[in-house]
């Protein structure tokens, strides 16, 4: 599967010693300044003098970001510099996987990530199978996220419903950039997902059926 580009792209990258961008914001949901499409992806919005501080340093890109709150810890790429100063607005289930509510205070630092060359997700319910191709709506979505980090529950918005998944498995580390990358991309049964079958075989055999289960769910894939 390849990822095409996103992000911020110009000149603050540069070449010889790296310097590092550290800051502190107030995080607020997209929600605060009616920035819902920053759901559908991994994107945040950062203050016009984040843009200006990064501007002096010899930043990497993509511009990848860590951020981390007193419970927990993610990465990021960046959307626009319009948020007000002091702030940071961030997708609201990004704000869920650090345990932080709306006004917490995060961290934020630019950091270097290897590219991906292989993700696993767990469908955080059943219903992610009621979607008729879900490897092509993943690998759409993928598209507006700069990277994947173990552990981290990523939210996929489809046909007026928020279906989540769990990031299981990242190589070569715990974090890595999909910008730009082949990456092979693997699904492991949803959550509930034994139990989902044995109440489909249950309802087969109070039919008459055979008692035949299901196909689970797709094997890995490359493209």
């Not at 345990?99 to 950091?111: D, H, K, P, Q, T």
């Amino acid at each position: 599967m390849f990822f095409g580009g996103g992000g911020l792209h110009g000149g603050l990258h540069g070449g010889g010693h790296h310097e590092t961008f550290d800051e502190q914001y107030h995080c607020f949901s997209g929600a605060f300044l009616d920035k819902p499409q920053l759901e559908e992806g991994d994107k945040v919005l950062l203050p016009s003098s984040a843009f200006e501080q990064l501007a002096r340093l010899h930043v990497e890109y993509p511009m990848l970001f860590e951020v981390r709150s007193e419970k927990g810890r993610t990465h990021c790429g960046v959307m626009e510099f319009t948020a007000p100063e002091g702030n940071c607005i961030m997708p609201f289930w990004m704000m869920q996987n650090l345990l932080v509510e709306e006004g917490g205070l995060v961290s934020i630092r630019n950091v270097s990530l290897p590219k991906a060359s292989f993700v696993k997700f767990k469908p955080q319910s059943v219903d992610f199978l009621d979607i008729s191709n879900p490897r092509a709506v993943l690998e759409k979505q993928l598209r507006t996220f700069s990277c994947v980090t173990v552990g981290d529950q990523i939210c996929l918005p489809y046909n007026d419903k928020r279906y989540y998944l769990e990031v299981q498995q990242v190589r070569p580390a715990d974090a890595a950039c999909i910008i730009e990358t082949d990456c092979n991309v693997d699904f492991d049964a949803p959550v509930g997902y034994a139990e989902h079958q044995q109440q489909l075989s249950r309802g087969t055999r109070a039919l008459g059926g055979d008692g035949g289960h299901a196909a689970g769910p797709s094997a890995s894939s490359t493209a």
